[in-house]
């Protein structure tokens, strides 16, 4: 994926389950996992051509993450109550 849909992580907010994320300088791109509040940190899956895989995992902090990372822009789509 090139970087035109990845975007820098400014909040904690954005760091949902399921989210993609890669790293600034490099292509390798993960899923974020939940987070867990003994290690404090979330859990990064390898993710690679659509899956991902559960047999390795590394635990990351929110700060690591919000200097070194960036996340999948979200879609997100608004309805107009009339």
């Known amino acids: 994926m090139n970087n035109n849909n990845f975007e820098y992580i400014y909040d904690a907010y954005q760091l949902v389950n399921g989210a993609k994320i890669k790293g600034k300088n490099q292509d390798e791109l993960f899923e974020l996992g939940e987070y867990d509040g003994n290690k404090r940190g979330y ?4 993710f690679e051509n659509g899956l991902r895989f559960d047999d390795f995992s590394v635990i990351i ?4 993450l919000m200097n070194n990372y960036m996340i999948e822009k979200a879609k997100v789509s608004q309805s107009v109550a009339a």
């Open 43 to 46: 859990t990064l899956y390898a």
């Open 61 to 64: 902090s929110e700060k690591e």
